[in-house]
């Protein structure tokens, strides 16, 4: 299957244009076959999202970009999260605890919200963005290198905060889920591939 793993929406990241009807028209238009909404510090979004998934029959799963002392880690598998900033570990350890999977995003990208050196200190992260849609190519070359070296599950996603991104960069899991549990079980086989939007269909990068 092929799924945006990072996107904003506007209800509950101020800065993102678009809203969960828009974005998965776009997703759709590309062939994607689900999105993940993982908001700033918020899980806002879902309860809505979990209805509107079903009422269009497409799948939509409800993570969480949350903002560590040392950057941004995307996480799925949680309920809520720590009511203040806590430091990676501290995160990433509560949401191990609760059985869900953790993602470092955009780790060098230049806007000071990425993990960069952190990445090869925390224990417990699951993958990290090689690919991230908002970041320059030399930022997720070397995520890419980090990603390879600490053996971790290399993830495309598109953070995106326009439509026109939605679905740019996404990844490529083995097998099609369609709720929450069984997508967070498929990440845990450990098996995933970024992949590019070219034009008219997505190249899966080996
Ligand atoms: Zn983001």
């Not at 903002?67 to 900033?85: H, K």
């Not at 995003?105 to 952190?118: D, S, T, V, Y």
């Not at 960069?169 to 997508?183: A, E, I, K, Q, S």
Request: charged share 25%; proline share 3%; aromatic share 10%.
């Amino acid at each position: 299957m092929l799924v945006d793993m990072h996107l904003h929406e506007n209800t509950f990241s101020s800065d993102a244009k678009h809203g969960l009807k828009e974005i998965v028209e776009a997703a759709k238009a590309r062939g994607l076959d689900a999105i993940c909404i993982t908001d700033h510090d918020s899980m806002g979004l879902k309860d809505f999202a979990e209805q509107y998934s079903k009422e269009v029959n497409f799948p939509i799963f409800v993570g969480v970009e949350f903002f560590s002392l040392q950057g941004d880690i995307t996480a799925f598998g949680i309920d809520s999260i720590p009511e203040e900033r806590v430091d990676a570990q501290t995160f990433i350890d509560y949401v191990l605890q609760q059985g869900g999977v953790c993602f470092s995003c955009h780790p060098f990208r230049n806007n000071n919200r990425g993990l960069e050196e952190n990445l090869k200190s925390v224990k417990g992260l699951t993958g990290i963005e090689v690919l991230n849609g908002s970041t320059s190519q030399a930022a997720n070359k070397r995520a890419f290198e980090y990603c390879t070296e600490l053996r971790l599950m290399p993830i495309g996603a598109s953070d995106a905060h326009d439509l026109e991104q939605v679905g740019k960069y996404v990844t490529w899991l083995p097998n099609m889920v369609y709720n929450l549990n069984d997508f967070i079980a498929e990440i845990k086989k450990g098996i995933s591939k970024p992949a590019v939007w070219e034009d008219d269909g997505y190249t899966v990068v080996d």
